[in-house]
């Protein structure tokens, strides 16, 4: 099959099955103010089983009962950019965007995932003269404000950070940047004091998860946490967070597992991936899956994982 006749055929083959419906108000004896899904980790590349599977992660989302007000999308949009050329990345992206329009109405917040990052890992003739090499081709692109940015909505109040920086001798490495160290501080002092706070990132702020990605211990037994699995900055994030106890949630994704920690007054969720162990099934024990996020006007709230069916 073509991709555009496949692209044309897949609302109509997933609108024949069953429409999810869930309630969280009344499990919890509230009412949600702010209620969207968290679709973090598509990888999107070409290929019928990744491109069905956006597709139909999108349209599932779309289709709640209750509805959700609009969606955040976490990170790693595309299969990866890092070690892509340029040719190859816009084909990524020309088809991320493609199934979006197709497949969403809602509006859409986007957080940089590391693999949305261009040109970084390329080993020969790499395109730092380019101007859309880094961070600037995934800005433009989703039409981001910026790399990192805020929005409120009711009584919460989103800030979006940008996770990934690169590491000179190689890699990356997640913290916060000088930079935005900066803005965030300022930030967080500038929300009102009756606003609480959603923060998210795509690798981990914290996570158990991040020390459970390889599945194993050391040789001499210590579970080991990557720099690039969660926030190298996190006891700094963390005295930093004390100040405002008006920060209730950090959401995350990043390492395709899911996990939920209440700690010092802040629940700290990792949301999995749609692509699961990228478009194989599942990752370890967790299947292709979304989440749901529910926020009281009270500042607590629920988080329900979605498994799509893919």
């Known amino acids: 099959m073509k991709r555009s006749e496949f692209l044309q055929n897949t609302a109509a083959v997933i609108g024949a099955s069953l429409l999810p419906s869930f309630s969280f108000a009344g499990e919890n004896e509230k009412t949600g103010t702010v209620r969207f899904a968290y679709l973090t980790d598509t990888h999107v590349k070409p290929g019928i089983i990744p491109e069905t599977g956006m597709a139909k992660a999108f349209h599932h989302a779309q289709s709640l009962k209750p509805k959700v007000d609009f969606i955040i999308n976490g990170g790693d949009s595309i299969m990866d950019s890092l070690e892509a050329d340029k040719q190859k990345t816009q084909t990524q992206w020309d088809l991320f965007h493609s199934i979006l329009k197709k497949e969403n109405s809602l509006p859409i917040y986007h957080c940089i995932g590391n693999h949305d990052v261009w040109g970084w890992f390329i080993k020969n003739d790499k395109p730092e003269a380019d101007k859309l090499y880094g961070k600037l081709w995934v800005v ?160 607590t709230c629920s988080r329900k994982m979605i498994d799509y069916g893919q």
């Not at 997640?174 to 967080?188: F, H, K, M």
């Not at 599945?215 to 994030?237: A, C, P």
Request: hydrophobic residues 40%; aromatic residues 14%; proline residues 4%.
């Open 140 to 299: 433009e692109t989703l039409e981001m404000p910026k790399r990192y940015y805020s929005f409120t909505k009711d009584k919460w109040h989103f800030i979006v950070l940008d996770s990934t920086q690169l590491n000179p001798a190689g890699g990356y490495i997640a913290y916060i940047d000088p930079e935005q160290l900066s803005w965030l501080q300022s930030e967080l002092a500038q929300t009102p004091k009756d606003k609480f706070i959603c923060i998210v990132s795509h690798i981990p702020i914290l996570s158990i998860c991040a020390g459970l990605f390889f599945d194993k211990t050391e040789t001499n037994g210590d579970l080991k946490i990557q720099r690039n699995l969660m926030h190298t900055d996190f006891l700094s994030l963390k005295k930093i967070f004390l100040n405002y106890p008006n920060i209730k949630v950090c959401l995350s994704g990043h390492i395709h597992l899911q996990d939920e920690i209440n700690y010092l007054g802040v629940k700290y969720y990792c949301n999995g991936a749609v692509c699961g162990n990228w478009w194989s099934g599942a990752f370890q024990e967790f299947a292709p899956a979304y989440a749901v996020i529910e926020l009281y006007d009270d500042g």
